[in-house]
């Protein structure tokens, strides 16, 4: 058992699990545990080898994962949470996080939950309500979002029943409140200096490059030497424009007889130009909209191409670009201001403990890395 200011102070400045991270009060907490769920589907045949787990769900105690001045946070919280946070960052970047990133994940994750126990206690410790009221209109937006039932959104967010689900939303609710307090009360702002400055170190990004948008066909040569398989892929692009001057749709012709680049290949590209094969991109800058190219030879094969569309490259536009970046300097901020209230109360009055057994679990590499 430690304090578990001495566990995050590694993460919580970490910029890639930074607050700003956070979208506070845009989900609701389901308690789902999935170690639970693999434990009850392989119980009645042998214990799961531990070994095989992940690094972080194996030191998840069977009890609380932390207690808030007394207050426990249940275990099967912080494994939702982490699980949910786990599968969105390898989506996005396609890759198996090695167990040192899953630790400080993991801190993360233990840091939000810790986080949102102690503002909703501040919250009522200062009395702040939330009407009844507002939290129905929260549930029926909820509802709204989600595009179904009110019964269908407690099964999918995993909860028993529709009271289950309203404690929740006002506890959210609650903790916007006073998070918007203290934030008001912080006197914090954002200047005009500050937003001049982002704007000329983003003004890169904030670029739009020039775009092009063609329908495509492509005929593989898996043989780039002259021989059958070469002339049998210019003799299919050969069949296939001679289909599209009889007056065939480009679409159609495409389903029948394009080869596929790959999984997702729907017969469109859009691109910004500069990635996009320059032959492609020559061929096309000399065609009008709905045009159809010749047969275009390359390395991998043959191609016929039609134009849809070209969009001209812009500038950063400041009177659009500024209004949106002091919105998120804004939420940076305050980000910041509630993480440093709550870092004050883990430091001062709070009692904070946490059970996660990450130093019997962690491979003694990581162990030292720490």
């Keep these: 058992m430690h304090v578990v ?21 845009s989900r609701l907490t389901g308690y789902c545990c999935v170690s639970l769920v ?30 808030v001045n007394g207050e426990s946070i249940p275990s099967t919280a912080f494994v939702d949470l982490y699980s949910q ?22 801190l993360f994750c233990m840091y939000e939950l810790v986080e949102d126990e102690l503002l ?19 549930f029926k937006a909820q509802v709204k979002r989600m595009e179904t039932t009110e019964a269908e959104v407690v099964k999918r967010l995993g909860f028993s029943d529709q009271d289950e689900v ?41 670029t739009q ?13 898996s043989d780039p030497k002259p021989g059958t398989v070469q002339e049998s892929a210019h003799d299919r692009a050969k069949s296939a424009m001679a289909l599209l001057r009889s007056g065939q749709r480009f679409e159609a012709v495409w389903e029948s007889s394009s080869d596929r680049m790959n999984s997702g290949d729907t017969g469109i590209l859009r691109a910004p130009i500069n990635t996009l094969p320059p032959f492609l991109v020559d061929a096309a800058m000399k ?37 949106l970046l002091r919105i998120r300097l804004y939420g940076q901020k305050a980000n910041d201001v509630i993480r440093d209230y709550v870092w004050e109360l883990i430091e001062g009055v709070a009692e904070v403990q946490q059970f996660l057994d ?4 962690v491979p003694l590499a990581e162990r030292d890395r720490r």
Excluded: W
């Excluded at 490059?209 to 040569?221: P, Q, T, V």
């Design 5 to 25: 200011r001495e566990l995050i102070m590694v993460t919580v400045n970490e910029t890639r699990y930074n607050k700003s991270s956070k979208r506070r009060g």
């Design 38 to 67: 693999l434990l009850a589907a392989s119980g009645f045949a042998q214990a799961p080898d531990l070994t095989k787990m992940d690094v972080v769900l194996r030191s998840v105690p069977d009890g609380p994962i932390a207690r």
């Design 85 to 106: 946070e786990l599968r969105k960052i390898e989506k996005a970047t396609s890759i198996t996080l090695p167990d040192g990133e899953r630790i400080e994940l993991a």
């Design 120 to 138: 909703f206690q501040e919250a009522r410790t200062q009395k702040i309500e939330i009407s009844p009221g507002a939290v129905k209109d929260a």
């Design 166 to 206: 309203l404690r929740d939303i006002e506890r959210v609710l609650l903790i916007n409140k006073v998070s918007e307090q203290i934030v008001e009360k912080s006197n914090m702002e954002v200047t005009d200096d500050e937003v001049d400055t982002l704007f000329e170190e983003q003004k890169g990004a904030l």
């Design 209 to 221: 490059d020039e775009r092009l948008a063609i329908r495509h066909m492509f005929f593989r040569a």
């Design 287 to 323: 065609l009008e909209p709905n045009k159809i190219s010749g047969i275009i030879q390359s390395k991998a094969g043959f191609h016929i191409i039609q134009m849809i569309d070209f969009t001209p490259g812009k500038e950063a536009d400041p009177e659009m670009a500024k209004p």
């Design 358 to 361: 990450l130093d019997n679990n």
